[in-house]
């Protein structure tokens, strides 16, 4: 029972490559979320997909784009990666197409950009 | 200022003894309050979910919200060093579009 699921789990880039953190879920979940982490500020949004096909902005989506693939997928890319962007991410999914709250995440992906 | 305050810690305190987590906000139009557990290197983890003002239990775990002050609780009894962790409120108003708004997270050590 795998759950939700990131890869790469750690990265190191450098200012200016691009990249694509993974996320897949295994509980037919509806909607999925990506969200970053520092310190101090708590668990930002940076995007969300309310239901296959459908995606949209959170509190934070600059230097970021996503695809929800399928129900099960919704990837993270960084097009030209800044040290602003070196954060914790994770992925998260629930059932509802809303987000009422109740979010299952994963282990998180550590970025590291110099 | 933060619509979500929450006091970062770290907080020690001796197993079996009662701790008190706290949140206080800004937005009188949250209604839907949420604990969460994040174990170190793990990502977060939902404990409690409540509605509006009033208490409720699971277990060793009391979630309580006082609307009228803007303050929610997370009281945990008998603590376990298994409890060490960071505890991060999250809430959200009613509407469809609504998402979360979390606090940045109390770091909890139960010292056996």
């Known amino acids: 029972n795998a759950g939700v699921t990131q890869t790469p789990k750690f990265q190191v880039l450098k200012t200016g490559q691009s990249m694509t953190l993974q996320c897949a879920q295994d509980m037919n979940h509806n909607s999925m979320y990506w969200y970053r982490q520092d310190p101090g500020m708590g668990l930002r949004l940076i995007y969300y997909?309310?239901?296959?096909?459908?995606?949209d902005k959170g509190e934070v989506p600059n230097g970021y784009n996503v695809s929800r693939l399928n129900k099960r997928e919704f990837s993270l890319r960084l097009e030209s990666a800044a040290p602003s962007q070196t954060s914790v991410y994770f992925c998260?999914?629930?059932?509802?197409?809303?987000?009422?709250?109740?979010?299952?995440f994963g282990e998180g992906s550590r970025l590291t950009v110099l | 200022q933060k619509e979500v305050e929450q006091d970062p810690g770290p907080l020690s305190v001796p197993e079996g003894a009662i701790v008190s987590l706290n949140c206080t906000y800004s937005n009188s139009a949250f209604q839907y309050f949420m604990w969460y557990r994040q174990y170190s290197r793990k990502g977060p983890e939902l404990l409690m979910y409540t509605y509006s003002s009033g208490n409720k239990e699971d277990g060793r775990f009391t979630a309580q919200v006082d609307k009228s002050s803007k303050y929610i609780s997370l009281f945990i009894r008998d603590s376990q060093p298994s409890d060490s962790a960071t505890y991060l409120c999250?809430?959200?108003?009613?509407?469809?579009?609504?998402?979360?708004?979390f606090g940045s997270g109390t770091q909890l050590t139960v010292l056996p």
């Open positions: 999250a809430m959200r108003s009613s509407g469809s579009a609504r998402q979360l708004t």
């Open positions: 998260a999914s629930s059932p509802r197409q809303e987000n009422t709250g109740e979010l299952f």
């Open positions: 997909s309310a239901s296959e096909g459908t995606t």
